[in-house]
């Protein structure tokens, strides 16, 4: 699970895990995971909710980052370079919103968001009923 978790965060651009975000990792996971376990009522969580265990707690890895070492960030590249417009012929689509107003913090708290919320959906399918 550790392993996964430090490969997302080399994916979004975070770079290399140090030892205190080791054990920063190790304690959100440990939080994140008995937090799905009392939403499903089981004692483990399930295979099939890895990758929503992933997701959170790499969520609130970036959220702890954010709030007490932003520095710790600048490496993020946060600046969408996602396709904008299109033409062809007399035909314009416009696939980007926000004409370019929103700011690199803007774009990393809505991307923090999506991953503390991710999975949320898929707790039906697993939950139990407690007696």
Request: charged residues 25%; proline residues 2%; contains cysteine.
């Amino acid at each position: 699970m550790y392993e996964k978790i430090v490969e997302l965060l080399a994916a979004i651009g975070y770079g290399a895990v140090s030892d205190s975000d080791e054990i920063a990792l190790r304690f959100v996971i440990s939080k994140v995971e008995s937090e799905i376990r009392n939403e499903i009522n089981w004692k483990e969580v399930p295979r099939e909710l890895e990758n929503v265990l992933v997701c959170r707690v790499v969520g609130e890895f970036l959220l702890h980052k954010k709030t007490f070492a932003p520095a710790d960030l600048s490496m993020l590249d946060l600046s969408g370079a996602a396709v904008r417009q299109i033409q062809a012929g007399d035909t314009n689509f416009v696939l980007a919103s926000g004409e370019g107003t929103e700011t690199d913090g803007s774009r990393l708290s809505a991307f923090i968001n999506h991953l503390l919320s991710y999975g949320a959906d898929q707790f039906s399918a697993f939950r139990r009923i407690r007696w």
